[in-house]
C-alpha cells in the first residue's frame, strides 16, 4: 500500500492542524493504522494507532485528551486531528500500515510495513 500524508504545517501553541493519510494500491480496510512521528536528533516515536475498522484506538500518553485518530474507509483515508499543540510536538509526523487486525497500545515502528514521507508540524511558542 501507498502512503501520502497530507496537512502539516506552521502554527502557533494552543493551536490545532488536521492531518490526512490517503492510501492507494491495496484494499485499505485490510490495515491497521497508526501515526508516528520523529523530532530531530531523536527516535521515531508512537503517536496513535487505529483498528482496520476504527472501534479500537490508542495513544500515547503524550498526546493522550489532546490528538484524536480516525479512518474513513470508504475514502482510503486516516486522519490525526490535534488540538491543543505544544511546542513539543514539533515533528516530522509519519503515516504507517500494517496488515492484520492486531492492535495494541504501543507498538514499535518495526511493527508497521508500509509509511508515508512524511509531513513537517512545527509548533511556536
Known amino acids: 500500500v501507498q502512503l501520502v500524508e497530507s496537512g502539516g504545517g506552521w502554527v502557533q501553541a494552543g493551536g490545532s492542524l488536521r492531518l490526512s493519510c490517503a492510501a492507494s494500491?491495496?484494499?485499505?480496510?485490510?490495515?491497521?493504522m497508526g501515526w508516528f512521528r520523529q523530532a530531530p536528533g531523536k527516535e521515531r516515536e508512537f503517536v496513535a494507532t487505529i483498528s482496520r475498522g476504527g472501534s479500537n484506538t490508542y495513544y500515547a500518553d503524550s498526546v493522550k485528551g489532546r490528538f484524536t485518530i480516525s479512518r474513513d474507509n470508504a475514502k482510503d483515508t486516516v486522519y490525526l486531528q490535534m488540538n491543543s499543540l505544544k511546542p513539543e510536538d514539533t515533528a516530522v509526523y509519519y503515516c504507517?500500515?500494517?496488515?492484520?487486525?492486531?492492535?495494541?497500545?504501543?507498538?514499535?515502528?518495526?511493527?508497521?510495513?508500509?509509511w508515508g514521507q512524511g509531513t513537517q508540524v512545527t509548533v511556536s511558542s
Open positions: 494500491g491495496r484494499t485499505f480496510s485490510m490495515y491497521t
Open positions: 504507517a500500515a500494517r496488515t492484520g487486525s492486531s492492535i495494541w497500545d504501543v507498538p514499535r515502528p518495526s511493527d508497521f510495513s508500509s
